[in-house]
């Protein structure tokens, strides 16, 4: 509404720009399913630090590896954790039980069993990731010493194929607090998952968390030393692996367990897969406005408006590749995008492109919500 001023002067007038903020959500809260000491069995318990982990669950215990990979998660720069107490024999049955506690969490990002192994367990995993838009960071198996006993434990189907997740090789040596401080072999996922939210926070979730700036904090070795040549052939097969460099102990190696070398998967890099959950949950949670909307023009341009600021955001932080935003990404919602079926049907379709690897060569992202159904 124009202003009439009775009287000389500056007059301020606010006028809604109609934009609705997209706000991110979170990208490495980190989800641990394992043994412990004491606390409510299969029921999830929020976290915030090692200390908080000991007054709920007992802290370290030498049997079992949930606490030294919480310890190591907090230690390499976690901030944010659900812990699953299962029972104490970690049979397939009870860590899948465990899993779907998880029901009850809002979101995480990240899923770490440590040191478990079994087939059914981990593809279970797998696939609820793949329902919750979560990343599962898996150990390799205890038993799988050496390269070539790695590469067999893939061949043999032991980890799922999938781009939910990624798999890490050799286990770590940690001091233990509970054996004088003694070298103790624990599985390295804790310690990868505080990793990803260490290069989350500071240099986004686009970054892969691998090269010279992703060391290790708090270990004291390897199982295995590998070579330039062996670190090439278990990566070739989609398994990322650690090194010990005169810097530190560095993960070398950013590939999903789809990620092998003939792979034409656009999801072949951790950091594709898991800037694609990212923007998908940030667009699915700030778009359900939509569903008292009438599906028509009006809503699919603000939905257009809305998505194409928070790409652009993204775009500024230079999450994609290309120097415009037209070879970086692109949105569409309108007709083509949702048909009258879908329309009838009370569904809004937006369709997001984003350029992670090379300008222009977008990865597709398709995002459905409800609006308000034709009368």
Not at 37 to 53: C, E, H, L, M, T
Not at 168 to 191: H, M, Q, V
Request: glycine content about 8%; some cysteine; overall charge positive.
């Amino acid at each position: 509404m124009t202003p009439h001023p009775k009287y000389p002067g500056i007059f301020v007038e606010e006028v809604p720009t109609g934009m609705r903020t997209i706000d991110r959500v979170s990208t490495s809260v980190t989800a641990f399913v394992g043994a412990a000491s004491r606390g409510r069995s299969y029921r999830a318990v929020r976290i915030n630090s090692f200390r908080k982990f000991e007054q709920r669950f007992g802290g370290l215990v030498s049997n079992y590896d949930l606490g030294y990979a919480v310890q190591q998660f907090f230690l390499n720069g976690g901030k944010d954790a659900w812990v699953v107490r299962v029972a104490r024999q970690l049979t397939a049955a009870k860590v899948i039980k465990g899993i779907h506690a998880l029901d009850a969490v809002d979101i995480f990002n990240l899923l770490v069993i440590p040191g478990v192994v079994n087939s059914e367990a981990l593809s279970a995993a797998a696939d609820y990731c793949r329902q919750r838009r979560a990343f599962l960071i898996l150990d390799a198996p205890k038993s799988a010493e050496t390269p070539a006993q790695m590469a067999q434990a893939v061949r043999n189907a032991t980890l799922p194929k999938t781009s939910y997740g990624a798999a890490y090789f050799p286990w770590i040596k940690i001091p233990d607090p509970l054996n004088s401080r003694k070298l103790r072999l624990t599985p390295p996922s804790g310690s990868i998952a505080g990793l990803f939210a260490r290069t989350d926070n500071s240099r986004g979730v686009w970054t892969a968390p691998a090269g010279t700036d992703a060391a290790v904090i708090g270990v004291s070795g390897l199982s295995y030393n590998l070579t330039d040549s062996e670190n090439g052939a278990l990566n070739a097969l989609g398994i990322n692996c650690l090194r010990v460099f005169p810097t530190g102990t560095l993960v070398w190696g950013a590939r999903t367990l789809e990620g092998t070398e003939e792979s034409t998967s656009d999801w072949k890099y951790i950091p594709v897969r898991r800037l694609a959950l990212f923007i998908e949950e940030s667009l699915y949670r700030e778009i359900q406005w939509a569903v008292f909307e009438p599906n028509a023009e009006p809503l699919w341009a603000q939905i257009r408006l809305n998505v194409g600021a928070f790409l652009q955001q993204l775009f500024c932080q230079r999450a994609f590749q290309g120097s415009t935003p037209r070879d970086a990404y692109f949105v569409k919602c309108d007709a083509a995008t949702t048909t009258q079926n879908d329309i009838d049907a009370g569904l809004v379709n937006v369709v997001v492109g984003f350029a992670p690897l090379r300008r222009a060569e977008f990865v597709v992202l398709t995002i459905s919500t409800k609006a308000r159904r034709p009368k």
